[in-house]
């Protein structure tokens, strides 16, 4: 990010920051005072502008000696003329760095080089004559003064140089055309591919075969794979050396597990897979798109049979069980409700603490603790799953497991409570519900849920109260079994009798005007 960038040819010289800020103040100061009076004096050389400084330096006896101005005299006369070539070889390049550098902070660090090839004592310091230091700061604002023959610090534009992507492959020795720029839509309809499914979806390209009479993998069991995943404009969107899972249990999706089953151990392949065997209509945000179709480069690393949980230490159970989970959560978010719902089962199954000795737990109390958080999380999680699809009971089962670990989880109440009411169970239901509103009083659902559950309650007592209830064996009351008399109506004038007459009297009147006006 930060380089140096020499604007000559000579290299920095070790000098202390104070000598340099010293060189530094004359030399603004010379070139602003020949700014002045340029008009008075012939325009100097350049290595003119450079040695007058020098020059002041050495007279205010900056090195204690009175020879010093001597000295820099002969050492001026003998290599003047070297410098001069040397500068009139650097000046151009010098004014265009000192045009780009006018204003931008040079490192005050880096120092001046001596031309004089003389050192200064560091037993000599002199201060700085006295000046006034905003004037000073102006002038280095307001002069434009390049720095000859120093090198200087600045801040180079970022250039994006293209990646090799035999760096990042997990197959640097199978970059074969097919992998790097061959279509989907090719690869698809070759005929040196072997197909894997029915459809011709789900295509696979050995690269590397293994020994003969090699075992391959069978269902439900734990595959190791070394894979990496591309798009068809060959972006990598997935890459694991070391990918874990059991086959059928939904750990990846469904192209890897087929692939899987149909290789040998060591074998190396490429694998075309739709997306209906991938991510389908929802592809996987952000980085795989709907509908789209991948191509992998597997290799089968190992295989053995899934580990028993019960034979597992705590903290493995722990991570398997919240693997497992997180997949349950994917599915979920993903409406694969019945997907979501096995993958939590799993998790359940591995987030135990018993043994195979005696049945009891062998974790400490913080891994029990831990474990029954994780536990609560799956089976809130599995209980949303199952409401989804319509397994009430299951999820009234599961609800009552939460609270078991849990009495106040609010959430296993509302849908305990829910449950109820929709069962009828409307006692128990009310109890329910009241308990998850006095741990959370702000929550809008659990008011609507009592509300509707008042209401039925208020229906159901009105329907009730006119049906046959149950015989009471040793008492006499048989107020019950009777059937209420039937409500009288009310007595009035029906509306329809009403208008009847006022339409009779109405047709008696007109009829008698007519009969009177003929006679």
Request: overall charge negative; aromatic content about 6%; proline content about 5%.
């Amino acid at each position: 990010m930060v380089s140096l960038a020499p604007c000559g040819d000579m290299e920095p010289e070790a000098e202390e920051a104070e000598e340099t800020t010293l060189d530094s103040e004359m030399f603004v100061k010379t070139v602003s005072d020949k700014q002045e009076v340029k008009s008075e004096e012939a325009i100097l050389q350049p290595w003119q502008v450079f040695e007058e400084p020098i020059m002041e330096l050495q007279r205010m006896n900056i090195t204690g000696k009175d020879g010093g101005k001597k000295a820099v005299e002969d050492n001026k006369d003998e290599e003047g003329s070297e410098m001069k070539d040397e500068m009139d070889n650097k000046v151009a390049e010098e004014m265009k760095c000192a045009e780009n550098l006018s204003n931008m902070p040079t490192d005050t660090n880096d120092s001046s080089s001596n031309p004089t090839n003389e050192t200064i004592s560091s037993n000599s310091h002199t201060s700085p004559p006295e000046t006034n230091k905003s004037g000073t700061e102006d002038s280095r604002k307001l002069t434009k003064t390049p720095s000859f023959l120093k090198t200087v610090r600045f801040m180079e534009a970022e250039t994006v140089e293209e990646r090799d992507s035999s760096v990042d492959t997990l197959f640097p020795d199978f970059e074969i055309e097919e992998w790097t720029t061959t279509s989907f839509e090719a690869l698809f309809l070759a005929d040196h591919w072997k197909d894997i499914a029915d459809d011709r979806l789900l295509r696979k390209k050995v690269l590397q075969a293994s020994p003969e009479n090699v075992l391959t993998p069978a269902w439900g069991q734990e595959v190791t794979l070394k894979m990496q995943g591309v798009l068809e404009d060959r972006t990598v969107v997935e890459k694991d050396c070391k990918l874990v899972f059991i086959i059928g249990e939904g750990d990846v999706n469904q192209a890897l597990e087929e692939c899987a089953i149909s290789m040998t151990q060591g074998e190396i392949a490429l694998l075309l897979a739709d997306s209906q065997y991938t991510y389908g209509h929802l592809g996987r945000e952000p980085d795989i798109p709907a509908w789209a179709p991948l191509l992998y480069q597997l290799q089968l690393l190992d295989f053995r049979e899934k580990p028993d949980p019960l034979s597992l230490p705590i903290p493995d159970r722990i991570r398997i069980g919240n693997q497992k989970r997180e997949r349950g959560n994917f599915y979920f978010q993903r409406e694969e409700y019945s997907m979501a719902t096995q993958a939590y089962c799993m998790a359940l199954d591995m987030l135990t603490t018993r043994t195979y000795v005696d049945g009891q737990s062998c974790a400490t109390e913080e891994e029990e603790e831990e474990v029954n958080d994780y536990r609560v999380k799956c089976l809130n999680n599995l209980a949303a799953a199952q409401l989804k699809l319509g397994q009430f009971e299951e999820a009234l089962h599961t609800s009552r497991d939460v609270l078991f670990l849990d009495p106040q989880n609010v959430k296993a109440l509302f849908r305990k409570g829910k449950l109820l009411s929709d069962r009828g169970e409307y006692e128990e239901a009310m109890e329910t519900l009241k308990k998850a509103l006095k741990l959370e009083p702000s929550t809008k659902a659990i008011h609507a849920e009592l509300s509707k559950l008042v209401k039925r309650q208020a229906g159901e007592n009105e329907t009730q109260s006119w049906q046959a209830k149950p015989a009471q064996m040793f008492g006499e009351n048989i107020a019950p079994f009777l059937t209420p008399p039937p409500k009288k109506k009310p007595f009035g004038i029906s509306w329809k009798f009403l208008l009847g007459a006022l339409v009779v009297a109405l047709g008696s009147l007109v009829t008698s005007v007519v009969l009177t006006a003929r006679n």
